[in-house]
């Protein structure tokens, strides 16, 4: 849901956060240029770009950690976003149980002072009523949340993202060990706005698979920076391009961005052929059924010859990459 | 490579694994993180030897690897010295090839290739990496993560040279796209020291997952090793 801003009108869905002509320089270089914007709640967005295209300066300001840049930038109120860096920072001294557990910070407190009050019964000296008042409250606020089972739920989410052991240590963790329980929290903590750049660098397929169903799912705003196509395509409902800090949005998933881009490029005269004819491919592709994209992998095999012979060389003309075969 | 084992302390890795990768075939290898993916590779190029079981390499295989960091880069280098050696042409497959053209292609334009190799982002690296190893001319490649920080387009044009490439490769990857529009073959690292090969792309892989293994979708659980000793 990005659209050039315009004021809701009819049953439009709800406008979760805008920009207006926003702008960033860095180093005397513009970073992003004068982006108009509006979110829907609830929208799935990916978001796709080259590297220094500004994606992740966008992602910055809209979490509120980059406020430097000029123009308007507006979350709705009574929102809340959450974002995972490229290198999230956590407490080196902290255990993975212990970042994970902020996640879900005021149920961790509801479940503690629960259970302090009912060590105090023992006290004779405890006012018994303003305990039991106090007990209630909280019981009402756990039933609510369905969490007396928190610890078995926190356990569920690190086992869902593979976090590494919930006693070790942040401090002796790898870059992407600490994606792992940086995304675990920030799943728990649900903002209303969630904003992940490049979440599945680093994850297996199983867990990017579980990811795309999990967001798929998610009732908040999602905007992805994302190189994963099947996020892309069965997720979003929206492509947010950047390109060299202009913002551009696309309604509508991969497949049919990847047919609106390609019918552009074949309309402009001094465009790359080689790219254009690559967009085309991937549709092609896409358009397969899954026998016939098993089928057109597996021809790489019977045809093998053709492909090591003279037919492979005209083939390599077309490429945007090739490999240079070997001497066999 | 016919049963082969290894193990790491306590951890067994893999067991009596056999599977062999036919011409022009595309190997995808998955599965989470220390599983024992990258110390399969590097047995397969001959960096690691296997407790038991042999590994044979046909006789006119010439094997290269992309790695996901290249130690003997010198990081004071440009981007166009690194590949081209200080040369406007290269040789690639036996062509002379403008070395700046070709350097374009891996998204290297204008000013960016005159860049130090220390100054680089990691796509950037990744992309020079990919521009290097491209070069070696070999008909069996070892890719390690090759899409990591890569951009859709990259990706996109990496897949196809890698689809029209004369040769076989051993694709170690994350991206799901990726592997359905490549992969002949998948090897999967399930954990509890399991590997499964099997033939055919990673959908079909997953499907044949849930139907035949019964391994339950979307449910992916910390990786285990079985171990050696109680």
Redesign the interface.
């Known amino acids: 849901m990005a659209k050039p801003v315009k004021k809701s009108e009819g049953d439009q869905p709800e406008i979760i956060y805008s920009m207006m002509r926003v702008s960033k320089i860095y180093n005397n270089k513009p970073v992003i240029k004068d982006i108009s914007l509006s979110y829907y709640h609830g929208a799935k967005i990916g978001v796709?770009?080259?590297?220094?295209s500004g994606k992740s300066t966008v992602l910055r300001i809209m979490a509120g950690v980059d406020g430097d840049f000029n123009g308007e930038a507006v979350l709705s109120k009574g929102y809340t976003t959450g974002l995972l860096d490229q290198e999230p920072k956590l407490d080196e001294t902290k255990t993975v149980r212990e970042v994970v557990e902020e996640g879900a910070a005021e149920k961790v407190g509801w479940l503690k002072e629960y259970n302090e009050i009912a060590e105090q019964f023992a006290d004779p000296d405890a006012d018994m009523d303003a305990l039991l008042a106090r007990q209630g409250e909280l019981q009402d606020r756990i039933d609510a949340a369905d969490c007396w089972d928190l610890d078995a739920q926190l356990e569920q989410a690190?086992?869902?993202?593979?976090?590494p052991d919930p006693d070790t240590k942040i401090g002796v963790l790898?870059g992407?060990?600490r994606r792992r329980v940086a995304l675990c929290r920030l799943l728990l903590q649900k903002p209303d706005i969630l904003l992940l750049d490049?979440p599945?660098?680093?994850?297996?397929?199983?867990?990017?698979?579980?990811l795309e169903?999990h967001l798929n799912e998610y009732t908040g705003t999602v905007i992805a920076i994302t190189?994963?196509?099947?996020f892309?395509d069965n997720v979003a409902g929206w492509i947010l391009e950047l390109d060299r800090g202009e913002g551009i949005p696309w309604k509508g998933n991969y497949s049919s961005w990847l047919e609106q881009k390609s019918g552009r490029l074949a309309q402009e005269e001094k465009s790359d052929k080689r790219?254009q004819k690559?967009?085309e491919?991937?549709l092609e592709?896409i358009r397969m059924s899954?026998k016939g994209?098993?089928t057109k992998?597996?021809a790489?095999?019977s045809?093998?010859e053709r492909?090591?012979g003279e037919e492979?060389r005209e083939?390599?003309q077309e490429?945007?990459?090739?490999?240079?075969?070997?001497?066999? | 490579m016919e049963g082969l084992s290894k193990a790491y302390d306590d951890k067994v890795l893999f067991e009596n694994l056999s599977f062999a990768i036919?011409?022009?075939?595309?190997l995808g290898v998955?599965?989470?993180?220390g599983a024992g993916k990258t110390t399969l590779i590097r047995m397969l190029t001959g960096n690691e030897q296997p407790d038991a079981g042999t590994i044979k390499v046909g006789e006119?295989v010439?094997m290269a690897t992309v790695d996901q960091l290249r130690q003997n880069l010198n990081p004071d280098k440009t981007v166009f010295e690194a590949v081209s050696g200080g040369y406007e042409q290269i040789e690639?497959?036996?062509?002379l090839v403008n070395a700046r053209a070709w350097l374009s292609?891996?998204?290297f334009t204008g000013d960016s290739q005159q860049k130090k190799v220390k100054e680089l982002?990691g796509?950037?690296q990744n992309r020079l990496n990919?521009a290097l190893t491209?070069?070696?001319?070999?008909?069996l490649?070892f890719f390690d993560e090759p899409?990591?920080?890569?951009?859709?387009?990259?990706?996109?044009?990496?897949?196809?040279?890698?689809?029209?490439?004369?040769?076989s490769a051993v694709v170690v990857?994350?991206?799901?796209?990726f592997?359905?529009?490549?992969?002949?073959h998948i090897l999967a690292f399930e954990g509890d020291s399991r590997v499964e090969f099997f033939d055919?792309?990673?959908?079909?892989y997953?499907a044949y997952r849930q139907e035949v293994l019964g391994l339950k979708?979307?449910?992916?659980?910390?990786?285990k090793y079985r171990k050696l000793t109680r």
């Open positions: 796709l770009g080259l590297n220094g690190m086992d869902a993202l593979r976090c790898s992407g060990e490049e599945t660098n680093h994850l297996d397929a199983e867990t990017v698979a579980w169903k190189h994963d196509r099947y892309l790219r690559t967009l491919r991937e592709w899954p994209q098993h992998s597996k790489r095999i045809n093998f492909l090591a492979g083939k390599e490429l945007e990459i090739y490999i240079p075969r070997g001497h066999a | 036919p011409r022009g075939g595309i998955i599965g989470p993180n006119t010439k690639l497959g036996g062509k292609r891996f998204g982002s796509g950037q990919l491209m070069k070696s001319e070999s008909n490649l899409t990591n920080d890569l951009d859709v387009n990259t990706m996109r044009a990496l897949e196809e040279a890698i689809e029209s490439f004369a040769g990857s994350h991206d799901r796209w592997l359905d529009r490549l992969a002949t055919g792309n990673y959908s079909q997953e979708p979307f449910d992916p659980h910390r990786i």
